[in-house]
């Protein structure tokens, strides 16, 4: 996914965190309560901000062709139960934070940003989004063997995933910062 102007990331945003919240509300049927309160976590800021974007969409872009569903990267979870279930969310969420997280960051490295607030939100989405993946990456490896996990580049503090190297386009990788800078990257 490109993201080429702010409209881009914002027109963009809108569908992928749809879908999120769309997956996280099947959350509420696990047997893991750390799961269901990250179901709900998603569910609340996502809609949340959500909200924010059209709002700012409205604002700022009344003009523009309305967000439309994407790529769809999450799979259909409502038949699912029990451990798989919950292996099967965080296996598919991790990446689709991920994508998240690089959007976020096209759009503050190649200063696309024409308002304070998204330049903000794009901070927040990021660093928010990669908190959650490491926490979802945990509870893989804890509830079913480092094996399970999605392919990754090493994070510190956490189990490595075999042939893969840190790179500095990963937050909290070695080299990169743990506070983003106040230009955003």
Known sequence: MQITSEYDYLS???????????????LQRS????????GQSIVTTQTAEVGKMRDWLEQWYRQSPTPSPSETTM?????????QLDKTFLQHMIPHHMMAIMMSQQVLRHGEVQH??????????????????????????QWF???????????????????????????G??????EPSPTGT
């Not at 047997?31 to 990250?38: P, V």
């Not at 994070?155 to 190297?165: A, D, I, L, W």
């Open 116 to 141: 304070s607030e998204v330049a903000a939100f794009a901070r927040t989405v990021r660093d928010d989004q990669w908190a959650e993946v490491r926490t979802m990456r945990q509870y893989l490896v």
């Open 173 to 178: 990788t070695p080299g990169m910062p743990t």
């Open 145 to 171: 063997g480092e094996e399970s996990v999605p392919c990754m580049p090493r994070v510190p503090g956490m189990p490595s995933m075999p042939g893969m190297t840190p790179g500095p386009h990963m937050p």
């Open 75 to 83: 799979p259909d979870l409502s038949r699912l139960s029990g451990d």
């Open 31 to 38: 047997e893991r309560s750390d799961m269901r309160r990250l």
């Open 12 to 26: 963009q945003m809108v569908p992928h965190h749809e879908e999120a919240i769309t997956a996280a509300r099947q």
